[in-house]
């Protein structure tokens, strides 16, 4: 990690650029994949990029090969993993997909909205898997790689966070999925002029529509908005409090010019805080995970069994 | 949904647990809804501010608006039949 990634400026100890360093995307100046600008758009991969695909890669293959192995077997019985990703998976459409959606149109949504559940749930998961840390130490410690060398593979994928679903933009994008399955579910359920018909109430006076179809309009983009918010910034001030309490070590050590202060301090507070609030991460993941699967199937379900 | 005495805790507490997740749904969709609105227009309102040099009366009409798309959003879930 560089100098400035470390957040030391003339000796002192940035907290803030430091926590910023490890929750953020890293920079487009210097990306782990450089690709040419494609119609003025820079395509280059970034951190949360891998992050994205080694995750929709660990999701694939782990599913795939459980689910392949479980059904080659001549005594469909799962065991192990399998056995978990049933109950997961009957959990989600028994208690989430079918009360919000209806016994008719849960097949449909049934695969995108578990793609959510496992695809959120592993990016919010490799973010308390500390992967780079340890490929930073090897890098420096057994390879002797120096910390400024840009020019090191590592040492380029060691900048920015790597919980993917802390990003914006990662978030923004699962909510636009979330956002088109909601239209195309309505159309589906009733034909696409209906959908848009459905929006109001039948048979009220028509100043009425004045007001309430504009407000339809802006509630249609507050549902992903509030998707994409929520997940992010949960994601985000998790690990943000933990960095935070973890930056006492070295504020103390520079605050009391003393080594052994920043370690009293690591050993009485910021380590026992810092695994009550990863243990606390751990339900945060889980919860996320499980609140996006359920607004998605709420928010579909609400376009298909109109009520007014 | 019908527990049995005979059941394990367990079990019974998991059917509880799948029962208030049944229910939750609409309830935390209508909050997080109400929020969003808030925020969304609230910050829209914000930046036209900004922009246009309208303070405070864009951050304010984005606020009153959030909250009337909030709360329609919230009567429509107690609503529901």
Do not use: C
Request: charge should be neutral.
């Amino acid at each position: 990690m560089s100098a400035a990634g470390n957040g030391h400026e003339g000796g002192g100890f940035d907290a803030g650029k430091v926590i910023l360093n490890h929750v953020s995307n890293s920079s487009l100046d210097h990306p782990i994949i450089h690709i040419p600008p494609i119609f003025g758009i820079d395509f280059s991969v970034t951190k949360h990029v891998l992050m994205l695909w080694i995750v929709a890669a660990i999701v694939f293959s782990l599913v795939s090969f459980t689910v392949r192995k479980y059904l080659k077997q001549d005594r469909p019985i799962p065991s192990g993993f399998m056995n978990a990703i049933e109950a997961v998976v009957l959990f989600i459409r028994d208690s989430i997909i079918l009360p919000n959606i209806g016994k008719k149109f849960t097949p449909v949504w049934t695969p995108l909205i578990l793609t959510f559940f496992f695809f959120i749930l592993s990016a919010n998961a490799i973010g308390m898997i500390p992967v780079f840390d340890l490929l930073g130490a090897i890098n420096r410690f057994i390879l002797h790689v120096d910390a400024s060398d840009s020019h090191n593979f590592i040492n380029n994928i060691l900048h920015g966070g790597v919980t993917a679903t802390a990003n914006y933009n990662v978030t923004a994008a699962l909510a636009t999925i979330t956002f088109i399955t909601i239209i195309l579910a309505g159309s589906r359920a009733h034909g696409f002029f209906t959908h848009w018909k459905n929006l109001v109430p039948k048979g009220l006076a028509w100043p009425v529509y004045i007001i309430l179809i504009p407000i339809e309009i802006i509630g249609m983009f507050v549902k992903p908005f509030a998707l994409t918010m929520r997940l992010a910034a949960n994601m985000t001030g998790g690990h943000i409090a933990i960095l935070a309490i973890l930056s006492f070590v070295f504020i103390f050590s520079g605050l009391f010019h003393s080594a052994l202060a920043g370690i009293g301090v690591g050993v009485l507070v910021s380590v026992p805080l810092a695994v009550a609030i990863s243990a606390l991460e751990i339900i945060v993941i889980l919860v996320q995970a499980y609140v996006f699967t359920m607004l998605s199937a709420v928010f579909i379900g609400m376009a298909i069994n109109v009520h007014h | 949904m019908a527990f049995n005495d005979d059941d394990h805790f367990l079990a019974r507490s998991f059917e509880y647990f799948q029962k208030i997740v049944r229910q939750s749904g609409p309830a935390a969709s209508a909050s997080y809804t109400l929020i969003g609105a808030i925020i969304l227009l609230g910050g829209i309102g914000y930046v036209l501010d900004i922009v246009y040099g309208w303070s405070p009366f864009g951050l304010l009409s984005g606020l009153i608006l959030g909250i009337i798309v909030g709360f329609y959003e919230l009567i429509k879930v107690i609503w529901k039949p």
